[in-house]
């Protein structure tokens, strides 16, 4: 099944609502694996440029989320979407409290 009929068929879109789609599975694009975690901040000040790209979960923002956090993401995209836009920053600080994170 296409993604664009697993939207239908959940009743997200219109069918004749779509234009176009592209599906692209990357397996592991987690950019940190490649040593380029430090340029993290760039890479997302970069991505908030593209007004329609919400990075949510864990490989979408490259960083540690369990599966409630991955889910407060997409329903902080939401939220944001319904209202018209604006800054992401309420999807990126998502999991940004200390009490979540390990210490060393």
């Not at 490649?34 to 919400?54: P, Q």
């Amino acid at each position: 099944m296409t993604l664009v009929a697993e939207l239908v068929k959940i009743g997200i879109i219109d069918k004749e609502d779509v234009l176009d789609a592209t599906q692209v599975k990357i397996e592991k694009a987690y950019p940190a694996y490649f040593g380029s975690y430090s340029d993290m901040d760039g890479i997302r000040n970069y991505l908030d440029t593209i007004d329609n790209l919400y990075c949510l979960g864990r490989n979408g923002q490259h960083k540690y989320n369990n599966m409630d956090h991955s889910m407060l993401t997409a329903m902080e995209a939401v939220e944001l979407i319904k209202s018209g836009g604006g800054d992401k920053i309420s999807v990126w600080n998502v999991n940004t409290e200390e009490e979540y994170h390990e210490g060393k």
